[in-house]
């Protein structure tokens, strides 16, 4: 799960600058009134995961992902305790391999932010957050996606080349993203949505590159708010503990 934001901010201010909001979409507004205080701090699920290059799978792999919103995730690839794992905190990024780190730099995780941690803050950081993203939120127009109505923020109109996000009218979660950068273009769609806590979580998403199908995600035995120590997302205690028992 997950191709990235900012600190907390008191939810009472995030009710307070939503009521003063004005322009930003009306789906974008209800989502956010919604769930704002009342999605769940933490996750933990199993991922299939399946990569794919031109339409053909390459390899099938089982990832285990851990998350307390807003800006802390980890992924560790294939078992637990292989010492393969990225951890998201904060605004930075940190891989390791066979236990050791190999890389740490500034990477925020959008995905995080998307699927739950803009509801822990304000609604006018959420809306700066988005358009420092690229979504431009004077835009906006409503169709229907897999059969459903959408609400679809960053356009006036379907094909538009131009960031996106899409709503579902009934559940009020994201179900689809378009982001274009450097020439290229991305999409995503979260599908399969089962109810966990407050909230919703996917349990299956596709990942597609310039129209090419990339990677599969199937979520299993999804636990919201799990208890979880801090120290899972230390990289300096990384090996220590893990929350797979």
């Not at 009306?26 to 701090?41: D, E, P, S």
């Not at 305790?81 to 390791?96: C, E, H, P, Q, T």
């Not at 179900?175 to 769609?189: A, H, L, P, W």
């Amino acid at each position: 799960m997950f191709p990235k934001y900012l600190s907390i901010l008191c939810i009472v201010l995030g009710f307070s600058a939503y009521a003063s909001a004005g322009s930003e979409p009306v789906g974008l507004q209800k989502m956010y009134k919604q769930y704002a205080g009342k999605w769940y701090r933490t996750f933990t699920f199993t991922q299939t995961t399946e990569r794919y290059r031109n339409d053909s799978l390459q390899n099938k792999q089982t990832w285990y992902e851990a998350c307390i919103f807003p800006d802390r995730f980890r992924i560790d690839f294939n078992v637990p305790d292989s010492g393969n794992a990225v951890i998201y905190k904060n605004d930075s990024s940190y891989n390791f391999r066979r236990g050791k780190l190999r890389a740490a730099r500034k990477e925020e995780n959008d995905l995080i932010f998307l699927l739950g941690g803009m509801y822990f803050y304000s609604y006018e950081a959420v809306t700066a957050k988005l358009r420092s993203l690229g979504y431009d939120l004077d835009r906006s127009f409503e169709t229907t996606f897999q059969g459903k109505p959408v609400y679809v923020v960053g356009a006036n109109s379907e094909g538009e080349k131009v960031n996106q996000l899409w709503i579902d009218k009934e559940k009020l979660c994201v179900v689809r993203f378009f982001k274009y950068e450097n020439g290229r273009k991305e999409e995503g769609v979260f599908e399969d949505h089962i109810k966990a806590g407050a909230g919703w979580t996917e349990s299956k998403v596709s990942f597609y590159i310039d129209d090419k199908l990339l990677q599969k995600e199937y979520y299993h035995n999804f636990k919201a708010n799990a208890a979880l120590d801090e120290k899972l997302f230390d990289p300096t205690q990384f090996g220590s503990w893990h929350w797979v028992k």
